[in-house]
């Protein structure tokens, strides 16, 4: 596993997360801030990528607004998790795919341009694997912006409202995707993105910015692998909160230091009775279980059942999938 980051790596994740330049030459501005060419910058972000540390740069997309998605998960026989993993990875929609510590030890995000779409993909991979798949459904989100900075002390994320879908067209399905997916790292990224979606470049720049204020883009900037560099102590904590106490919950859970996704999604009677989502990312078990006793004394959150669920293995970590394309990914 990679942990070691050099201080310019470490500013160029630590700065740029959020709020990346929408402007022609955006590595022209992290040059400057970095004092580095943009050359320099550019070859440091595709190492960053071929290393496995980022994932793209580009842009993360609000649940079920330009499309639909749902957190599902799986209970996979030991001698099976290889198998059924690999098929659910090569499910196209597939976008995140983890093994917890749970019975329930597969969990993945599915992504579709529709509801259709997405329930035919978890048919398929029922179908396919004889296995069982929770639809877990968002309901309400606290906090879905995964951004934080990987070094000094821990700080609130922050908050944005609801989004405005009139901002939405359906043209700007395709640009979402390829944001969604990473821009491509040359001198002119948006124009490159421009070229292959048949808009001009300030087209292109100011639709992601109008989309960005507009909220359905969550965040514009570099996207981290969180566990390539160094925080492996991942954990998905799930909450059983009363019905008439989750708003304060989740609100209270969002804007706790060390907290840094927190949502409600629906629950499954009889089988999945939790109801509150919150992650904890951490360098070490101990780090996550000292954040994680620090939240659940918070006075909204006292008496509240709960269980961390431990990332013990990362499938797959793509971008979300927003344009038809059935064709699993290879």
């Known amino acids: 596993m990679i942990t070691h980051l050099d201080p310019i790596d470490q500013r160029l994740l630590d700065e740029f997360q959020r709020d ?19 050359a320099d910058v550019i070859s440091r972000l595709e190492t960053l990528q071929a290393e496995g540390r980022i994932s793209r740069v580009g842009a993360t997309v609000r649940p079920n607004t330009a499309g639909a998605s749902t957190l599902a998960a799986m209970a996979i026989p030991e001698d099976r998790i290889a198998e059924v993993a690999a098929r659910v990875g090569h499910e196209g929609g597939v976008n995140h795919s983890y093994l917890r510590e749970h019975d329930w030890n597969l969990w993945f995000v599915a992504t579709a341009p529709n509801t259709e779409a997405l329930e035919t993909s978890l048919d398929d991979i029922r179908r396919d694997t004889g296995l069982d798949v929770l639809d877990l459904r968002l309901r309400r989100p606290f906090n879905i912006d995964l951004g934080f900075r990987l070094s000094g002390a821990r700080k609130r994320t922050p908050r944005r409202g609801e989004p405005d879908l009139s901002a939405l067209g359906e043209a700007d399905r ?12 040359v001198a002119r990224p948006y124009a490159a993105l421009g070229t292959r979606l048949g808009l001009d470049e300030a087209t292109v ?6 989309l960005f204020t507009a909220g359905i883009l969550t965040r514009v900037g570099v996207i981290v692998r969180h566990r390539s560099v160094g925080w492996s102590s991942n954990a998905m904590v799930v909450w059983k909160v009363p019905q008439d106490q989750i708003l304060a919950a989740g609100e209270a859970l969002a804007q706790h230091p060390g907290v840094t996704l927190c949502y409600e999604r629906i629950t499954v009677d009889g089988v999945w009775d939790y109801n509150l989502y919150s992650m904890i990312h951490a360098r070490s078990r101990c780090e996550a279980a000292e954040i994680l006793h620090a939240a659940s004394a918070l006075p909204e959150m006292a008496g509240i059942e709960h269980e961390p669920l431990f990332s013990v293995r990362c499938f797959k970590q793509t971008g979300a999938v927003l344009e038809n394309n059935r064709e699993r990914a290879a």
């Open 20 to 38: 990346f330049p929408l402007v022609s030459r955006p590595f022209c501005v992290l040059a400057d801030a970095l004092r580095l060419t943009e």
């Open 174 to 185: 395709p640009l979402l995707h390829a944001m969604s997916q990473g821009m491509p790292l």
């Open 205 to 210: 720049i100011d639709r992601i910015q109008t």
